[in-house]
């Protein structure tokens, strides 16, 4: 059993959790993911790594409830458990491979979309614990579903902007890009995590403004071992999955309207069977949900 240390509601309907996992915790970096239970019947939910204590064996998850899984976890509290808690799994972001005095010299911008926020986190703390400040832009609705505004300004040159303009800047996250380049920021690479249309939407503005951009395709993990093939996705002339070929990808490279399509797709029976005729062994089973594991 994993044991909630902590547990917080951080906005409306996004939650955070504090869990007792020192083998996960030895090992994970920024960008990889973790598969929780709520017990032995409970479905496997995959969801990112939002921080991590090496020293304390802790591992932080922040999730918005959306299935019966994920509200059955927003009702536990601190001292309750899950049965499984499994990972780190995933590759690392690719930052955690680079020369670090190479890394130095790069000017880094982050940008990050209501849940999406949460697996930024960890890397840019990453970075500032090696030496290296990023710029990142925290993006929401409005003033209430910013989260982790504290703990980004304690590691990173924060903006925030939410749409309605009721707390920093105002308007889309594309807009504050643009108007940080027109002010004179210098970017040499771009990482955009959160909603599928959010990171479409960077990217076409990334690719026009020539900047290369990292994205996670974590929103479309169902099963999170590329089993069940709901995280099939097309990145240039390549099949990938995103949970373990990535969860990051060359964003100018994601077909991004391909995967949204699918993502909807596959949230029915019907759907799924259709995705499992057309793409074959490609497809991928044994989820249990597909019908590619008979």
Not at 54 to 63: A, D, L, N, P, Y
Not at 196 to 210: A, P
Not at 248 to 262: I, P, W
């Amino acid at each position: 059993m994993y044991k909630i240390l902590h547990a917080d509601k951080l906005a409306a309907n996004i939650y955070r959790m504090v869990i007792e996992a020192p083998r996960v915790a030895k090992h994970c970096l920024p960008g990889q993911f973790i598969i929780v239970k709520l017990d032995e019947e409970g479905e496997r939910i995959p969801l990112t790594i939002c921080d991590y204590d090496r020293e304390k064996g802790t591992i932080t998850i922040v999730f918005q409830p959306i299935g019966a899984s994920t509200h059955a976890f927003a009702e536990l509290k601190t001292g309750d458990s899950f049965a499984d808690f499994v990972g780190p799994l995933g590759r690392p972001s690719e930052f955690c491979e680079e020369d670090i005095e190479s890394l130095k010299q790069k000017k880094i911008l982050f940008v990050a979309g209501g849940v999406g926020t949460a697996p930024v986190y960890p890397q840019v703390k990453w970075l500032k614990e090696h030496g290296v400040t990023a710029d990142a832009i925290i993006g929401a609705k409005n003033k209430d579903l910013v989260i982790l505004e504290d703990e980004f300004k304690e590691v990173c040159n924060l903006f925030v902007t939410t749409d309605d303009g009721s707390y920093g800047r105002e308007g889309m996250v594309t807009k504050c890009i643009q108007d940080l380049i027109d002010e004179g920021h210098q970017y040499d690479i771009c990482v955009a995590i959160g909603p599928m249309i959010m990171m479409k939407f960077v990217c076409k503005l990334t690719k026009e403004l020539g900047l290369p951009t990292i994205v996670s395709m974590n929103p479309i993990m169902v099963d999170g071992t590329g089993m069940c093939g709901a995280c099939r996705l097309t990145v240039g002339d390549e099949v990938k999955f995103a949970c373990v070929d990535g969860p990051e990808f060359d964003g100018h490279l994601v077909d991004f309207d391909q995967a949204m399509k699918r993502q909807t797709m596959y949230k029915t029976e019907e759907g799924r069977a259709l995705l499992k005729q057309q793409e074959g062994d490609t497809h991928h089973g044994g989820c249990g949900q597909c019908g590619g594991d008979k």
